[in-house]
């Protein structure tokens, strides 16, 4: 009896769904939203899945990713309430093989189970001709996306608690954005993907507050000696970039020393603001944070990427600092609107933004000057950069996932109202983001 897997909360919808399966001799799984959907997908060997679009956390395009990764043979298709402004290229390149307005027919199912399973496999769609499936080359996967100081247990578990790592692939480069106790699990991953051939990649350091490099002493691929790892990155300090690294390796701290790590390990001090890493170009910013503290915007063939984990807004910053100095306001704000527009023109009309959203905008007026986003802040900033999508990162330590969620549904809503198009979510530990040239689904309100 093969297994479907029906993912949609809309239960009346779901329900549809399933008297279609079951009406045909199919077992029947249900789920709510897309967080646990590949595992149930791997635990059933679902040999189809009907995946709403617009899911509570996840989209549907990336739990049809996380499924078409590991399950080849799968069917896929994904269903949507109404039009939205979503390309069967998008569709495609998530690895679906269906896209259907609901309700939901068995006319249009069958078409698609009846089809050879293949990679290469063709797009069913209620209108249009045939496109091939292509991965694309670029995509990122999350490792670590919590702030200041890991915070493991049950109410964490769904966005994760560990702290700041981004794993990105493209252009056959292996890139790390930094090194927070995320980069643990990325090194167990990568020894068990290389086996024995060598790992060779670049970590890209913002800067060295311990939350930034507190993993790197557990990153298995340090102790391997076919390994190479290019760490590149900005002073932050007088001691220099590979002193700071070193020391938190001393023996008050830590038993293996810095210096006996047996893989080859290159620590690169960087003085200029744009550089290349393989073919991928890489653009620098100094952010408002303590310290010396970047961000990256990296260019692929696919899209850009801007890393973004520690920034504050200028304004209220300035303008504490102006009261307590006793300088004018006037002079504060326009300071401050200077470096707003110059972060903005870093940022303009890249597709994904990483980016410090730490705390709700009423926790904010209690921690101005920490270094770290206000939601409502970051949502303007994405908006008027022209941003495709917003990942709300730096989780802080404080906030649970139910916190989370509220924030991220506020974020949505900001963008309701602006009326502009720009697609929200929360980073979340072990999600991809996979970019390609075609446009993606735009955002919408359910």
């Known amino acids: 009896m093969p297994t479907a897997l029906l993912i949609d909360d809309d239960v009346e ?5 399933a008297r279609l399966f079951a009406q045909r001799g199919w077992k029947i799984v249900e789920a709510d939203d897309g967080t646990r959907a590949a595992e149930l997908a791997f635990e059933h060997q679902a040999a189809a899945v009907v995946c709403d679009l617009l899911l509570p956390k996840w989209s549907g395009l990336q739990v049809a990713r996380a499924i078409r990764e590991k399950l080849d043979a799968t069917k896929i298709i994904i269903t949507a309430g109404r039009h939205y402004d979503v390309k069967r290229e998008a569709v495609l390149e998530a690895g679906a093989d269906g896209y259907f307005l609901k309700p939901l027919k068995w006319e249009g199912i069958a078409r698609v189970l009846k089809r050879p399973t293949r ?12 496109l091939k499936f292509q991965a ?10 919590r702030g200041s100081i890991p915070v493991p247990g049950p109410s964490t578990i769904g966005y994760g608690g560990n702290t700041t790592c981004v794993e990105v692939r493209t252009d056959g480069q292996i890139i790390v954005l930094d090194a927070g106790s995320g980069i643990r699990g990325l090194g167990l991953a990568l020894e068990e993907e290389f086996g024995p051939a060598p790992v060779r990649l670049s970590l890209l350091l913002t800067h060295t507050h311990w939350d930034h490099i507190q993993g790197l002493p557990f990153f298995l691929p340090a102790y391997r000696r076919k390994n190479s790892i290019r760490v590149l990155g900005y002073e932050g300090a007088r001691a220099g970039l590979a002193s700071i690294l070193a020391a938190q390796m001393e023996i008050p701290f830590f038993p293996v020393s810095w210096r006996d790590l047996p893989s080859t390990i290159k620590v690169q001090e960087l003085k200029k603001m744009d550089f290349t890493i393989g073919k991928v170009r890489v653009h620098a910013k100094v952010l408002n944070h303590p310290g010396v503290c970047v961000g990256y915007r990296l260019f692929t063939r696919d899209g850009s990427i801007a890393f973004l984990p520690d920034n504050e807004p200028f304004e209220p910053l300035k303008l ?3 009261a307590r100095n006793g300088t004018r306001l006037e002079k504060a704000r326009a300071e401050a609107a200077v470096e707003r527009a110059k972060l903005v023109e870093f940022l303009k009309e890249a597709d994904v933004l990483i980016i ?12 101005i000057g920490w270094g770290h986003g206000a939601l409502s802040r970051v949502v303007s900033l994405a908006l008027e950069a022209r941003v495709r999508k917003l990942f709300l990162f730096h989780h802080d330590p404080q906030h649970d996932d139910r916190k989370i969620d509220e924030m991220l549904q506020r974020a949505r809503l900001l963008v309701v109202e602006s009326g502009r198009a720009l697609e929200v979510d929360a980073a979340r530990e072990g999600a991809e983001v996979w970019l390609s040239k075609e446009p993606r689904v735009a955002a919408a309100a359910r």
């Open 356 to 367: 410090d959203a730490q705390y709700a905008d009423e926790q904010y007026a209690e921690h």
């Open 136 to 145: 694309p080359s670029t995509r990122l996967k999350f490792w670590g996306v």
């Open 119 to 130: 990679r290469g496999r063709r797009l069913a769609s209620p209108h249009s001709s045939t």
């Open 13 to 17: 919808h779901r329900k549809s769904a």
């Open 320 to 322: 504490k600092l102006a």
